[in-house]
């Protein structure tokens, strides 16, 4: 069974354990998923299966994504995400149309949450790259904010004065695909479809989340889940 699964995030609340103690939980609606695609090694070079969330009205989708939809013999869908199989052999225990829930996490200690930051427009170096700024003091005008000279950056071909790449500039901050790994799995609602998380995950609310097994413990959590197996 695959152990990845589309959902949005609900929101963050507080979840109170049996010792009274309380911590912070992020609720995630994971799926219903549906399988719109099977792909094997043989036919397409790796194994893989196309996992389909949220029905969606079809004059809101496309020709193309609606023909595929009813090829796999389900309704027209908003989301379509991927996910990776180790072999052939996990390819053939999918179907077309099968339908995949959040009970598919049962057995997940801790999973990885992949999703899209929230956007903050363009951004200045001290708030994206945390810049100490320039010197408040008497004479500096109105460049409190800046980074300062970027000359001594400037590539040595003899060119002109072309900065390297990857030097930190104002720059678009946030909305990007982060990754958050390891978070401990606090309760799963197969019936209501809820997943609850310990911590904080990319994106705002009702943003869309692939959840799935984490694939590379920290090192203090590895231990945990080696004395729970």
Same mark, same amino acid.
């Given at each position: ?65 609606? $023909?595929? *939809?009813?090829?796999? @013999?389900?309704?027209? !869908?908003?989301?379509? %995400? ?5 072999? /052939? ?34 951004a200045g170096v001290m708030k994206a790259y945390n810049f100490k700024g320039m010197c408040a003091s008497h004479g500096t005008e109105r460049k409190h904010r800046s980074p300062g000279s970027i000359g001594s950056h $400037?590539? *040595?071909?003899?060119? @002109?004065?072309?900065? !390297?790449?990857?030097? %930190? ?5 946030? /909305? ?26 990319p994106g705002a609310n009702t943003g869309i989340l692939t959840v799935r097994a984490a694939t590379r413990l920290y090192k203090p959590k590895a231990r945990i889940q080696a004395k729970k197996a």
């Amino acid at each position: 069974m695959t152990t990845a699964i589309i959902g949005r995030k609900v929101g963050m609340t507080r979840w109170f354990l049996e010792d009274g103690r309380n911590i912070p939980v992020t609720v995630i609606a994971a799926g219903p998923c549906q399988v719109t695609q099977v792909k094997t090694a043989e036919k397409d070079g790796y194994s893989a299966i196309q996992l389909a969330f949220e029905d969606i009205k079809p004059r809101r989708s496309t020709m193309a994504e609606m $023909g595929h *939809d009813a090829k796999a @013999g389900v309704s027209p !869908k908003r989301i379509h %995400r991927e996910v990776r199989l180790a072999s /052939d052999k996990d390819a053939e225990q999918f179907t077309l149309g099968q339908v995949i829930d959040a009970s598919a996490l049962e057995g997940a200690k801790f999973v990885d949450v992949i999703g899209t930051s929230k956007g903050k427009g363009f951004a200045g170096v001290m708030k994206a790259y945390n810049f100490k700024g320039m010197c408040a003091s008497h004479g500096t005008e109105r460049k409190h904010r800046s980074p300062g000279s970027i000359g001594s950056h $400037g590539t *040595d071909r003899g060119h @002109g004065a072309k900065i !390297k790449k990857g030097k %930190r500039m104002p720059t678009r901050l946030g /909305d990007e695909r982060v990754t958050v790994r390891s978070l401990d799995v606090i309760s799963i609602d197969a019936g209501k479809n809820l997943l609850i998380v310990k911590g904080a995950v990319p994106g705002a609310n009702t943003g869309i989340l692939t959840v799935r097994a984490a694939t590379r413990l920290y090192k203090p959590k590895a231990r945990i889940q080696a004395k729970k197996a």
